[in-house]
């Protein structure tokens, strides 16, 4: 059975959307990585059980997204730089 394909032609553009609004659900986290289902969820569940083991409170079903980009090594500044580049 193929595999589905994942367009990342302009993932700095979908990122910096998920940026401004701020937090992300377990499907948006597929689109920001890009990644399936299967690898979103764990990185989700991991993000969440990093804020619990702070002592903090996990926020309904959601994370924040400046915890998914320390998981992942970006900045916000870089998005947005790449961003631009993406639009031009």
């Known amino acids: ?20 609004k701020g937090y992300l659900t377990c499907s948006e986290v ?5 990644c399936g ?7 989700y569940h991991k993000i969440r059980s990093q804020v619990e083991a702070e002592g903090l409170e996990n926020c309904f079903n959601v994370i924040l997204v400046n915890r998914l980009l320390d998981f992942m090594g970006l ?13 031009s």
């Open 1 to 20: 059975m193929p595999r589905k394909i994942i367009d990342a032609t302009k993932i700095n553009q979908t990122r910096l959307q998920y940026i401004n």
């Open 75 to 87: 900045t916000a500044k870089e998005v947005k730089e790449a961003a631009k580049r993406e639009a």
């Open 30 to 34: 597929a689109k920001f990585v890009p």
């Open 37 to 43: 289902s299967t690898k979103a969820s764990k990185i």
